[in-house]
């Protein structure tokens, strides 16, 4: 499956366009960089213009069908997904858009192979343009140029030496590289996380490691623990390093939750009505989660904080999911948030 991707400056001018998209409409990056969108995409006008109105912390356009004008005369239907991105000097407003697509035809030839899933092709589109599908050919077309920029940076850096002229700059480049990296990090572990070691443990020794290692967060919000632990400790067949990560970016939201201090209540216990299953609860006593947002917490990219990559969640929810588990919120503004995680037991 190939994934093309462009982004948009300000005034709607093609300013990246990677190599897919040169082979899927013909046309070379320097022969479109700084032409008008809509010259090549039709049908984008009221994307753009809906996109030019909101914040960029919202949900993207997904799934969006619309055609292509190739360089050869040819016009090609594709599926498109689009992203605005936040300016640097004012979270609030829009900077660049970035379009992600597929060329139509061959989601449809994936849903019309034998033993495709028989869903329709609007979810099977849906499901193609989910990051999981395309956040490696993301990664690489990023990471290429992100090392160039990180290598020369340090080497300028070094020249210029602590009282030299763009010193601090040079620093707020290399800050702001290494945040991207991390970004990039959180794609390539939602979208291709590392090959499971699944065996049995104890899940309540899971949760008491990740606890031990959460002290100093807790004391620094001044939180107080309170714990519920099931004895004996129920046994369950995971990967530990991948659940712990599940509590950590969990119990880590929550003391974010309350920066001036609360309370953090962690239990296990036994889904009512079931013997095979059990229940690990974290609940924090910060602001809880806005209505508007229940909906898209788990979403990629989706984070109601500025200096969050919104891939938390998502990550955490993917690995609970192939465990053959679930995780579930329950929130009321100015009450807390509670974060369930049920998984199959031994």
Sequence with gaps: MRIGLLTLD?????????????QTLGYRAREVRGKPCEEIFTGLTDVLADLSGKRPDSQPEMGVQ???????????????????????????????????????????????????CPCGASEHLDRLQSLDKFAAGIVHEIRNPL????????????????????????????????????????VLDFAHP???????????????????FSKLPLRHHDIRLRTNLRKPATRVKVDAVQMRQVFFNIIRNA??????GGELRVSTSRP???????????????????????????????????????????????????????????????????????????
Excluded: W
Excluded at 196 to 208: C, N, P
Excluded at 293 to 301: K, N, R, V, W
């Design 10 to 22: 300000q005034a709607g001018g093609i300013a990246l366009f990677n190599a897919v998209a040169e």
């Design 66 to 116: 619309t055609e292509a004008r190739c360089k050869d005369g040819r016009t090609i239907r594709l599926a498109v997904t689009a992203y605005a991105t936040p300016d640097n000097d004012n979270r609030a407003a829009r900077n660049d858009v970035v379009l992600i697509f597929q060329d139509a035809r061959e989601a449809e030839q994936l849903e019309n192979q034998p033993g495709s």
């Design 147 to 186: 090392a160039g920029i990180s290598t020369n940076s340090q080497y300028m850096l070094e020249r210029i030496g602590p009282s030299g002229p763009y010193h601090e700059e040079m620093q707020d480049i290399l800050a702001d590289v290494k945040d991207i990296e991390s970004i990039v990090r959180g």
């Design 194 to 212: 590392g090959k499971s070691q699944v065996r049995e443990v104890a899940i309540g020794d899971v949760v008491k490691e990740v606890l031990r």
């Design 255 to 260: 003391c974010d939750a309350m920066p001036e």
């Design 272 to 346: 009512a009505g079931t013997t095979r299953q059990v229940r690990v609860d974290v609940e924090d006593t910060g602001p809880g989660i806005a209505k508007e947002h229940m909906e898209f917490i788990f979403d990629p990219f989706f984070s109601a904080r500025h200096d969050g990559t919104g891939l938390g969640l998502a990550i955490c929810r993917k690995i609970v999911e192939g465990h053959g588990g679930r995780i579930e919120v329950k929130s009321t503004p100015g009450k807390g948030a509670r974060f369930g995680i049920v998984l199959p037991t031994v």
